[in-house]
């Protein structure tokens, strides 16, 4: 299966749900491997602290920014794991229609903050639509949504979360029911190379209903 995290918006949290989905699906005895496609590669430098601090299971990350290969790539990978997740570039180019075309599930993750979070976002699920257009076998790619870094009781965030079911469907994309809340563990777990689910608390609570969610979507693959 080859889930792909994936937005226009810079710091949307793409990285953290690639490592963290990573540590969780590896703890759940699934063959994992990370796709870095994000030129910064954030990912292949967390793996890097995790490798460095000893913490197994050992999380491996191919890089790939070439667009040509990223196919050939993906699918050579799913021979041998389980899961195969991509960590999205932060703009448009050359890869995102590859990405999306090769992904069973793209994880959009929505921050509610403020500003242009809802613009930039609506720009990636443009570019997703017009992707599945010119699909020649009329399917569509599995989209969901995810909030992340909610703050909980905050009116300004309900406000947002409340107005995403319009967004999803007028792009035909899912709404995740899990919301990542806005939780220091989630910024230690990519600072000290581990994943959420290894740490007690509410992250770990909210990335393993996640994880379940993910589990329960009926995608073929
Ligand atoms: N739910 C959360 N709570 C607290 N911090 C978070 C949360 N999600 C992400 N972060 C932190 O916010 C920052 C940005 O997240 P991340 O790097 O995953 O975003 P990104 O979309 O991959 O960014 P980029 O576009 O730069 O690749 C990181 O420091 C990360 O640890
Ligand atoms: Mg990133």
New binding site residues.
């Given amino acids: 299966m080859v889930i792909s ?1 994936m ?1 226009f ?11 963290n989905l990573a540590v969780a699906f590896a703890m759940l005895g699934k063959k994992v491997v990370i796709v870095d496609t ?1 030129e ?1 590669f ?1 990912s292949t430098k967390w793996a890097a602290r995790r490798e460095d601090a000893g913490h197994e299971p050992v999380i491996p990350v191919m890089q790939m920014i070439e667009s040509k290969t990223i196919v050939s790539t993906v699918r050579n990978l799913s021979e041998n794991n389980d899961i195969i997740l991509v ?1 999205g ?2 703009r448009l180019n050359a890869l995102v229609s590859k990405i999306i075309l090769l992904s069973d599930l793209v994880i959009v ?1 929505v ?1 509610p903050k403020s500003g242009n979070d809802r613009e930039v976002t609506e720009d990636f699920l443009e570019e997703f639509d017009a992707v599945q257009e010119r699909r020649p076998d009329g399917e569509r790619t599995a989209a969901y949504l995810l909030p ?3 703050k909980e009781g905050y009116n300004l965030h309900k406000a947002f979360i409340q107005s995403l079911p319009q967004l999803c469907e007028d792009y035909q994309v899912g709404l995740f029911d899990n919301h ?12 000290f190379g581990l994943g959420v689910v290894e740490q007690s608390g509410k ?1 770990k609570q909210q990335l393993t209903a996640l994880v379940q969610e993910i589990e329960k979507l009926s995608i073929n693959y």
Avoid at 9 to 18: F, N, P, Q, R, V
């Fill in positions: 995290s937005n918006k810079g710091g949307a949290g793409k990285t953290m749900i690639s490592t994000d910064s954030a960590d570039p932060p993750p921050p992340n870094m909610v990542l809340g806005d939780l220091v563990a989630f910024g230690e777990s990519n600072q992250a």
